[in-house]
């Protein structure tokens, strides 16, 4: 590894476009030409820095509040990303105190802030001296959390399960890949844990694609809790199925595997290229039509329909904490009458008796518990309760109410799962 200035500088422009120009954390490396200029490690320093800070944001912005006397102004703004990455450095990433001030004043200097060099320093000294005793009694699960998630969370799920969401989502998640077939033979092969009967966590994250069964198509990856909503259409072999929303293709790849015909419906042509791609590594095949949900009818109406639809993925916060920062209510309330128009005209493509799975991979009120109530409203749609051994891995999931909820505080002993919303409905005969 390097001096590891340059992984810093990449930090710093990382967490500058994802918190002052909107950027996900992908784009931002894809965009980067500092990142792919660092060597592989340093790489991985670089992403692992901005995740934590982004993780524990909360945390360590209440640290840094309490050095200063008033936060700066203007461009000397900038300096508060120094600090977060030097604070993470110091007190979560234990890089050696004297390294960790010295490069985050060295870095002040490269970015033209030579005026804030002295701030940083003596802010970050400080923390060298107590800022772990502050950090233990700090409320984390609080402050790492937004107002306005944390406000929904707790009414629907009650302090503890919200303080175990939060809590998961400073873990850095496994790695989870569906095999098409012999779950038992790859779980040996690969040195992993076996999920469920099609589902498989990797031990030590990896390149993926230098594993054994990815160049002749044995498995794709996919978190366990995605996997949940196309198994609930059921035994579908043999049967029509349209994925609705379906790039980049993880349950499209399940049903296929399952025995269904699919149609892939999608607005976006570039993730559609990519499901192709993903399908022709499996030795899939499915028919692909970009179009909006909304607009797009089948010739004739089908017997199963998976919509996984667009959400604020507030359920992906453990693999994608910029969400917090990026998303706000107005969002969830245009994705939510999003979600409406979807279920309407997916109830207008399903043939009657047919099922429909309707799923977001959001832990919102708004996206999950209204809108199974909305559902109800649909005319011709008649709820069909989920139950617990239809998800025998994951019971709880299951809820009184007929709908299914996974979240990251599930599986915490074996490293937690994502956050998904899944409800079932029959077309009326």
Not at 31 to 49: H, I, K, N, Q, W
Not at 55 to 67: A, E, F, V, W
Not at 92 to 113: N, S, Y
């Amino acid at each position: 590894m390097s001096d590891g200035l340059p992984a810093r500088r990449a930090s710093m422009a990382l967490l500058e476009a994802v918190l002052e120009r909107d950027r996900t954390l992908e784009e931002a490396i894809a965009e980067s030409v500092s990142m792919r200029d660092l060597e592989p490690r340093d790489r991985g320093f670089a992403r692992l820095t901005v995740l934590t800070v982004l993780r524990h944001m909360g945390q360590i912005d209440s640290l840094i509040s309490g050095y200063m006397e008033r936060p700066p102004v203007g461009r000397a703004q900038r300096a508060l990303n120094i600090l977060r990455i030097g604070i993470v450095h110091l007190l979560f990433l234990k890089t050696p105190a004297h390294a960790a001030v010295d490069a985050a004043v060295t870095l002040a200097k490269l970015e033209r802030l030579d005026s804030m060099a002295g701030l940083i320093n003596a802010v970050l000294r400080r923390a060298t001296r107590d800022g772990a005793d502050l950090l233990a009694v700090q409320d984390a699960e609080r402050l790492n959390t937004p107002g306005w998630l944390w406000q929904d969370w707790i009414a629907q799920y009650g302090e503890e399960t919200t303080r175990a969401i939060a809590r998961g989502h400073w873990i850095e998640p496994a790695t989870d890949l569906t095999v098409k077939t012999d779950i038992d033979h790859w779980v040996d092969v690969l040195g992993a844990q076996k999920l469920t009967q099609t589902s498989l966590r990797l031990a030590d994250s990896a390149d993926v694609t230098q594993l054994p069964g990815f160049a002749e198509g044995a498995w794709w990856v996919q978190d366990v809790a995605a996997t949940l909503p196309a198994r609930l259409l059921g035994d579908v072999a043999g049967v029509h199925v349209l994925d609705l929303c379906a790039a980049p293709g993880g349950k499209t790849a399940q049903l296929i595997a399952a025995g269904a015909t699919v149609t892939a419906v999608d607005r976006s042509k570039p993730r559609l290229n990519r499901l192709s791609e993903n399908l022709t590594r499996l030795g899939m095949t499915a028919e692909i039509v970009t179009a909006d949900a909304v607009q797009y009818r089948p010739t004739e109406p089908v017997a199963a329909i998976l919509l996984d639809a667009p959400c604020s993925a507030t359920g992906t916060l453990r693999r994608h904490p910029e969400i917090a920062q990026r998303r706000g209510p107005a969002d969830i309330a245009k994705l939510a009458a999003l979600q409406k128009r979807l279920i309407t005209a997916a109830t207008e493509m399903l043939a009657p008796g047919g099922c429909l799975v309707v799923a977001t991979c959001s832990l919102q009120q708004a996206e999950g518990p209204a809108l199974y109530r909305h559902a109800l409203s649909v005319p011709g749609l008649i709820a069909d309760p989920i139950r617990p051994e239809e998800v025998p891995e994951i019971p709880e999931a299951a809820t009184q109410d007929g709908w299914m909820r996974s979240h990251p505080g599930l599986w915490a002993d074996k490293g937690g799962m994502d956050g998904f919303f899944a409800m079932r409905f029959r077309k009326q005969v």
